[in-house]
């Protein structure tokens, strides 16, 4: 591999064990022995459906879950039980936006308390001060300035969501794991979340791992994809080839299952246009 | 062909603090037997009240003007006490969330014979006999022992199997499907599908699909309402809506879908 590689992920498990009832043990592998690589500057997809793994994967590499088994390794540096002021540093490069922006964010909390919150966390002043640096992060993700003093309820869904990718963007990271970022979102809002972290990328040059149960966003998003089904990866390569000629018989399998729209009514719309 | 269900001009509207608010607006459409039509549109665009107003179960507070027939009856302005002889006999409806749709308490057998036994006289025996057979309908492997089991044993996409034997026990002429399958996974989305169209074919059964997702429409509806802001934006043949809209409402709505068959350049 070449030396571009932001981070390395090899054989990643994780094992939840239940207890039944008569104290009787259950062991569930959730992630099986995962590895991938996701380079400076790239979209990594992980897509699959409910249950697949996917989720577990993500919390793991962002270190909000311990794995059982495998290693993590970022910018070079072993960061699987990395501790302290290490994790912390890790942190400052890693973050993370989730599904559902309203319980991400505290309802209590202002828009610049929020978007703050993980340079106090670093012990970082922010650069020309605290309300300087929100306005910036705010114009950054297409919201109005404004509206820093505002609470999360106070904005829709998709605003919301900007406000959860704009404290992504706070530290400056070098990779966001986007959880499901776009899923709960109307079409109209979740295309222009879409285009907005294409362009977010395009200026800041950092890495995507773009969680998600539909293909059809990943296609507008990623340069390669990891296919997962029971905790594995049962195929990993670039959109296109993934796409378009499967090799793996689960990857057929979803992409067959996606609705369409009759393709001859499509042609036929964009050609009157 | 009759019309089974005709709508016209419905207006929803809902008493706010601010005065009276419409949520659906002079909505008219028809559905006849063996035909689906769909209902899309994004959050807060009026098609689940429309489709709540068909079943009369909207809200306390909400008024209702226009005319809803099924069958050539009107329903609007009918007590609830009749209106509760229409549901379930005639008119039946399916929800995205089967899990909070079904009682956690009985088992599935149980809940499917009492909306049976609701409307039809019989004997348990007999209402049994016809709850195992509309388990068999949906696809429920070993159906006489899955009777006997209760919601949270059931997969999400065998929970919507069972929600749909029980809309379908009394053979009503209409099926309302309020997002049905959002909630589910792409393969098993196609699964009910499939099994809704195959339902409705052997029935006979009128449909009113209701979702945000353009693309199920396609693949299930002959024709399509499209909803915005409580109105209706646009009503035609699919065909047309999807190959020629008349309305730039819809064409932004299809452009916004993202495609999984196109090149994209990153």
Same mark, same amino acid.
């Given at each position: 591999?070449?030396?571009?590689?932001?981070?390395?992920?090899? &054989?990643? *498990?994780?094992?939840?064990?239940?207890?039944?009832?008569?104290?009787?043990?259950?062991?569930? *592998?959730?992630?099986?022995?995962?590895?991938? &690589?996701?380079?400076?500057?790239?979209?990594?997809?992980?897509?699959?459906?409910?249950?697949?793994?996917?989720?577990?994967?993500?919390?793991?590499?962002?270190?909000?879950?311990?794995?059982?088994?495998?290693?993590?390794?970022?910018?070079?540096?072993?960061? *699987?039980?990395?501790?302290?002021?290490?994790?912390?540093?890790?942190?400052?490069?890693?973050?993370?936006?989730?599904?559902?922006?309203?319980?991400?964010?505290?309802?209590?909390?202002?828009?610049?308390?929020?978007?703050?919150?993980?340079?106090?966390?670093?012990?970082?002043?922010?650069?020309?001060?605290?309300?300087?640096?929100?306005?910036?992060?705010?114009?950054?993700?297409?919201?109005?300035?404004?509206?820093?003093?505002?609470?999360?309820?106070?904005?829709?869904?998709? $605003?919301?969501?900007?406000?959860?990718?704009?404290?992504?963007?706070?530290?400056?990271?070098?990779?966001?794991?986007?959880?499901?970022?776009?899923?709960?979102?109307?079409?109209?809002?979740?295309?222009?979340?879409?285009?907005?972290?294409? /362009?977010?990328? /395009?200026?800041?040059?950092?890495?995507?791992?773009?969680?998600?149960?539909?293909?059809?966003?990943?296609?507008?998003?990623?340069? /390669?994809?990891?296919?997962?089904?029971?905790?594995?990866?049962?195929? $990993?390569?670039?959109?296109?080839?993934?796409?378009?000629?499967?090799?793996?018989?689960?990857?057929?399998?979803?992409?067959?299952?996606?609705?369409?729209?009759?393709?001859?009514?499509?042609?036929?719309?964009?050609?009157? /246009? | 062909?009759?019309?089974?269900?005709?709508?016209?001009?419905?207006?929803?509207? @809902?008493?706010?603090?601010?005065?009276?608010?419409?949520?659906?607006?002079?909505?008219?459409?028809?559905?006849?037997?063996?035909?689906?039509?769909?209902?899309?549109?994004?959050?807060?665009? +009026?098609?689940?009240?429309? #489709?709540?107003?068909?079943?009369?179960?909207?809200?306390?507070?909400?008024?209702?003007?226009?005319?809803?027939?099924?069958?050539?009856?009107?329903?609007?302005?009918?007590?609830?006490?009749?209106?509760?002889?229409?549901?379930?006999?005639?008119?039946?409806?399916? @929800?995205?969330?089967?899990?909070?749709?079904?009682?956690?308490?009985?088992?599935?057998?149980?809940?499917?014979?009492?909306?049976?036994?609701?409307?039809?006289?019989?004997?348990?025996?007999?209402?049994?006999?016809?709850?195992?057979?509309?388990?068999?309908?949906?696809?429920?492997?070993?159906?006489?022992?899955?009777?006997?089991?209760?919601?949270?044993?059931?997969? +999400?996409?065998?929970?919507?199997?069972?929600?749909?034997?029980?809309?379908?026990?009394? #053979?009503?002429?209409?099926?309302?499907?309020?997002?049905?399958?959002?909630?589910?996974?792409?393969?098993?989305?196609?699964?009910?599908?499939?099994?809704?169209?195959?339902?409705?074919?052997?029935?006979?059964?009128?449909?009113? @699909?209701?979702?945000?997702?353009?693309?199920?429409?396609?693949?299930?509806?002959?024709?399509?309402?499209?909803?915005?802001?409580?109105?209706?934006?646009?009503?035609?043949?699919?065909?047309?809506? @999807?190959?020629?809209?008349?309305?730039?409402?819809?064409?932004?709505?299809?452009?916004?879908?993202?495609?999984?068959?196109?090149?994209?350049?990153?």
């Amino acid at each position: 591999m070449s030396d571009d590689v932001l981070l390395r992920v090899r &054989d990643l *498990t994780k094992r939840f064990t239940t207890r039944g009832p008569y104290r009787r043990r259950n062991e569930f *592998t959730a992630v099986d022995g995962v590895s991938f &690589d996701v380079r400076l500057g790239e979209t990594l997809a992980v897509v699959g459906e409910s249950g697949c793994g996917k989720s577990t994967s993500a919390r793991i590499v962002a270190r909000l879950m311990e794995p059982t088994s495998g290693t993590l390794e970022f910018d070079g540096e072993d960061i *699987t039980h990395a501790a302290g002021a290490r994790l912390a540093r890790y942190r400052a490069k890693v973050q993370v936006v989730f599904q559902d922006p309203f319980s991400s964010l505290n309802p209590r909390h202002t828009v610049e308390r929020i978007l703050m919150a993980p340079l106090d966390y670093q012990g970082i002043a922010p650069k020309g001060g605290r309300r300087a640096y929100t306005r910036e992060l705010m114009e950054r993700v297409g919201l109005n300035p404004d509206h820093a003093h505002r609470y999360p309820a106070q904005f829709s869904g998709g $605003q919301a969501q900007r406000i959860g990718i704009a404290r992504a963007l706070a530290v400056d990271p070098k990779l966001v794991i986007c959880d499901e970022a776009v899923s709960a979102l109307d079409v109209s809002v979740q295309a222009q979340i879409i285009e907005l972290l294409r /362009r977010l990328q /395009r200026e800041s040059g950092f890495s995507y791992i773009f969680i998600a149960h539909d293909l059809a966003v990943v296609r507008q998003l990623a340069q /390669r994809v990891a296919v997962m089904n029971k905790g594995r990866i049962v195929e $990993q390569g670039p959109c296109d080839e993934v796409f378009k000629a499967p090799e793996d018989p689960y990857t057929r399998t979803l992409l067959a299952a996606i609705p369409r729209i009759n393709p001859e009514w499509d042609r036929r719309r964009r050609a009157a /246009r | 062909m009759s019309e089974l269900l005709v709508v016209e001009d419905l207006t929803v509207t @809902f008493p706010t603090t601010r005065g009276p608010v419409d949520v659906v607006k002079d909505v008219s459409f028809t559905v006849g037997r063996n035909e689906t039509v769909g209902i899309v549109g994004e959050s807060g665009s +009026g098609k689940s009240m429309t #489709s709540l107003a068909v079943m009369g179960l909207l809200p306390p507070g909400a008024t209702t003007k226009g005319s809803i027939r099924l069958d050539g009856v009107e329903l609007l302005g009918r007590p609830d006490r009749e209106l509760r002889r229409v549901r379930g006999e005639q008119a039946s409806m399916i @929800f995205q969330d089967p899990l909070s749709s079904l009682n956690p308490y009985y088992t599935v057998g149980l809940q499917i014979e009492e909306m049976y036994r609701a409307h039809r006289r019989c004997s348990r025996k007999e209402a049994r006999r016809v709850v195992v057979e509309a388990l068999t309908q949906v696809g429920i492997p070993e159906p006489e022992r899955r009777a006997g089991y209760y919601p949270h044993q059931f997969s +999400g996409g065998q929970r919507q199997r069972v929600m749909i034997a029980m809309a379908l026990v009394c #053979s009503p002429a209409l099926l309302i499907a309020d997002e049905p399958t959002t909630a589910l996974d792409v393969t098993v989305q196609a699964q009910i599908l499939t099994l809704l169209a195959g339902l409705q074919r052997d029935s006979g059964t009128g449909m009113v @699909f209701v979702t945000h997702d353009l693309a199920v429409i396609s693949s299930i509806a002959t024709r399509v309402l499209v909803m915005c802001r409580g109105e209706q934006v646009e009503y035609g043949e699919a065909e047309q809506v @999807f190959a020629a809209p008349r309305h730039d409402y819809t064409r932004m709505l299809l452009e916004s879908i993202p495609r999984i068959d196109d090149e994209v350049v990153l």
